[in-house]
């Protein structure tokens, strides 16, 4: 959905294709339908686009992206303060889109360095399979199996639960 | 159905009949059970010119059919295809906006984060802003944790008042002490 800013990553090396010797004196047929494909279908269709654009272009209007502030987070709410509750509830809902969007950026590139490696995905992709790895990862810890009713606040409370996870973890290892 | 099928047999014997002596080609009926070939009834008529015998052939009316096909496109095509000049229109000569990052110290109308030109409208003009929508969330929700709160205060000062029983509520008339008769305990073996 969302347009991957970092071309970097879609960049495909430039093909090395030789420059073929003519050996025969048939005409290439490829030539010919190229050439009657761009005067029957491309110039015409290329002549329409250009000249609504000229139209288009005489008022031109932006769209921009929307940049929320930030407020404060569910842990910071006092208890009984629903305004607060409210707030953080939907700063959460869209700071979960967000990641959804991020993971789903990550996983695209991984699919299109393997289209670009073809047979060497295994080894030339390994990053990219690193990156999606640990960013899935990171995605079930803090969204996973909150389950379809799930707010900010049994997403707080998992939080807490890993924490306390992760405290008893070091508590155990350091015994 | 049969009894139509036998009159028309009739008929067309009848028919055949009355030209077997100048008509050659004898009618022939196609079977009713096995009529794939023309649709409905067939019955043969007479004045047969050069191509061939003439059938007059008996269907079911399709006249509601068309009838209500040919109202159905007139009234989807009334508004539906001004609409979708209109359309058209807005697509071509106006066309969508452009992303664009945020300018420096500017702060965009909340119409101004739509692409197409016909939402961005719908947006300006008859929806209400999303602050303001906000806004008005916060605002019952509000109400009405308030409410929640003076139902819970007056849930706990009934019970206090209750039990302790020193505050305006729970006091229950009594009657007066001095129209209590007391004869009876005056003495004490009664």
Redesign the interface.
Known sequence: MSKDSDWEAYKVPPTRTPVSERATSVPNPATLIETVFNYVVDAPVTFVREW??R??AK?????????FRRVPDLSECLE?D??CF??AE?QWRRDRLVDMEIVEIIRERLGACKQREGPNEFQNCAKEVELLMQVTKAYQDRYGDIGVHGNARTCLMKQKHRMMEERKAQANASE | MAAMSLLLRAAAAWGARRTAGDAVVRARLPALAGAARLPGTVAPVRHSSSHGKRMFIIKATRFYDTRFLNLLRFYIFLTGIPVALFITYVN????E??????PEGYI?DYW????H?IS?WIARYLCDPPEKD?EK??AL??V??KKA?LRMMELEARRLMRHRGDGPWYHYETPDKNLVDNSMKSTPDN
């Open positions: 609504i654009e139209q288009q008022n031109k209007f932006y769209y921009y992206h929307q940049k009984g629903y305004l409210f707030e939907a | 071509i000569f106006i066309g906006a452009e992303l664009a990052e945020i965009p101004e984060y739509y692409k030109p961005r906000y969330q916060m929700l509000d009405e944790a709160e």
